[in-house]
């Protein structure tokens, strides 16, 4: 993110989307549009970008786009789907750039698929139909939706299910691809469900219970997507309400938040991966990106989390002009907000095959460690020494600092350094911000030839100078 100029956040952007100017330059008509007029539009001040087959005329959201002017002139005049979807993906576009459409892009011929692509799409297919189906079985009082997926490491982080609103989804993950079954039934009982996951035959069990004993002819009606096997990307994302039980305080600004997930929902998030919470603010749909943690660190690694599928806790810093964080603080205990599926591509693996794991945090950037510090100490053996390198402003920004210095009492193989940018004359221990000089003091191998992996989260700057 960059700083944005005064009178330029998110509410003056839906203030100004909703006082009738022409945003669109067109006196709201939608036009048809050509790639030859697309690419007439590739200037700051006459920028429009086509997103997913509509063409949205950007100029006016210049100075209001959080991630600066430079990151839209990479897709002026241009298809900018595929920089959209690594970026942020999970923004709600329509929404926030509805008063800025300038039309369709008209459609051109489609020559036949071959080559490399054809044969990955050939490949995809075949590995669906040889390895994906699903069946369904019935008692008097119980119907059993069994997914066969022949997934010999399936676990319950790859399987999602929702039985609400009159619907089954069972979504299956397997890399970058998502397997999904999903059909419309009045006759389910509401929060009815059991998920039974045969882990070596990559079996999974979705178990309801019926309204009535009455056999069932079909399993219930076809929704879009149903029985199909593509890309996660290709997707879309998934939301289902859950409730705010609990909101205490962190520090003097940041707060942790314990949502429920509602009964019908069997969903893990997986180490490394994050949710999107969505809120309508002011007719607008707002979705932010959040990595879930532990209710705490936990000093000894005996117990399994017992809340692991019920409850999910964010670690939220609250931002006095943030426009999305302070309509979630302003959430009471009960009310609902809408929690997506999980994503991200941070693999476990990569941990597993370390010994030495040094993460580098700065600010709420600490939150993706949580998961992270208790899956490396709790379950790899391989792992000689866990570092963590904590970037703050003052002593009083410093999350969970008593629990972080008890864990590395408690455990030898964790180290824990805070560093503060801002410090008050009494701080005893580093100052500074993230630099290769600092760095050098504390990223290094155990041994000589150790196997080292980084892990790096907070404020792009941040991020950007410690890759560098």
């Known amino acids: 993110q960059v700083p944005l100029k005064p009178g330029r956040s998110l509410m003056d952007w839906i203030r100004l989307t909703k006082s009738g100017k022409d945003l669109t330059g067109l006196k709201g008509r939608l036009i048809?549009?050509?790639?030859d007029e697309l690419a007439k539009h590739n200037k700051k001040e006459d920028c429009w970008i086509c997103i997913r087959g509509f063409v949205y005329n950007v100029t006016p959201y210049m100075e209001y786009h959080p991630g600066g002017e430079d990151e839209l002139m990479k897709a002026a005049g241009t298809d900018g789907t595929d920089l959209f979807d690594q970026v942020h993906?999970?923004?709600?576009?329509?929404?926030?750039?509805?008063e800025c459409l300038v039309g369709r892009m008209a459609v051109?011929?489609?020559?036949?698929?071959?080559?490399?692509?054809?044969?990955?799409r050939q490949s995809i297919f075949l590995l669906y139909f040889l390895f994906y189906s699903y069946d369904w079985f019935q008692t008097d009082s119980l119907i059993t939706v069994v997914i066969y997926t022949k997934q010999k490491d399936m676990n319950a982080e790859l399987v999602i299910v929702d039985c609400q609103d009159k619907r089954l989804r069972g979504e299956i993950i397997v890399d970058d691809y998502s397997y999904l079954v999903e059909v419309g039934n009045n006759s389910v009982k509401p929060f009815s469900l059991l998920v039974n996951i045969a882990e070596k035959v990559g079996?999974?069990?979705?178990?309801?219970?019926?309204?009535?004993?009455?056999?069932w002819k079909t399993l219930g009606q076809s929704c879009e997507g149903h029985n199909t096997f593509v890309k996660c990307t290709d997707r879309g994302l998934f939301y289902r309400k859950c409730k705010l039980v609990s909101k205490t305080e962190v520090t003097h600004n940041t707060k942790l938040f314990c949502l429920t997930l509602p009964k019908g929902t069997h969903l893990r998030v997986p180490t490394g991966q994050h949710v999107y919470l969505k809120q309508i603010i002011t007719g607008t749909e707002v979705v932010k990106p959040y990595t879930p943690v532990l209710p705490s660190l936990p000093l000894d690694f005996?117990?399994?989390?017992?809340?692991?599928?019920?409850?999910?806790?964010?670690?939220?810093?609250?931002?006095?002009c943030g426009l999305f964080t302070q309509a979630l603080d302003r959430l009471q205990i009960e009310d609902y907000i809408s929690v997506s599926n999980p994503e991200g591509n941070f693999k476990k693996s990569q941990v597993q095959t370390s010994e030495d794991l040094i993460l580098l945090a700065g600010g709420t950037g600490f939150t993706p460690m949580v998961k992270l510090l208790n899956f490396a100490l709790a379950e790899?053996?391989?792992?000689?020494?866990?570092?963590?390198?904590?970037?703050?402003?003052?002593?009083?920004d410093i999350l969970w600092r008593n629990q972080l210095e008890q864990l590395a009492l408690r455990d030898e193989r964790f180290e824990v350094q805070f560093i503060l940018s801002q410090p008050t004359k009494d701080w005893v221990g580093r100052q500074g911000k993230i630099s290769s000089s600092l760095l050098s003091e504390f990223v290094k191998r155990s041994r000589k030839d150790s196997k080292v992996l980084v892990c790096i989260c907070g404020p792009t700057p941040f991020t950007e100078q410690g890759v560098q």
Not at 203 to 215: A, F, G, Q, R, T
Not at 381 to 393: A, E, H, P, Q, Y
């Open 203 to 215: 079996k999974v069990e979705i178990i309801l219970k019926k309204k009535d004993s009455i056999h």
């Open 108 to 120: 051109k011929p489609i020559a036949a698929p071959k080559g490399e692509f054809f044969e990955e």
């Open 32 to 35: 048809e549009v050509t790639e």
């Open 302 to 320: 005996k117990e399994p989390p017992h809340h692991d599928g019920v409850q999910i806790y964010l670690m939220i810093k609250i931002y006095s």
């Open 380 to 396: 790899v053996s391989c792992l000689r020494t866990v570092k963590l390198i904590f970037f703050n402003k003052t002593e009083d």
């Open 89 to 98: 993906r999970w923004v709600n576009y329509e929404s926030m750039l509805k």
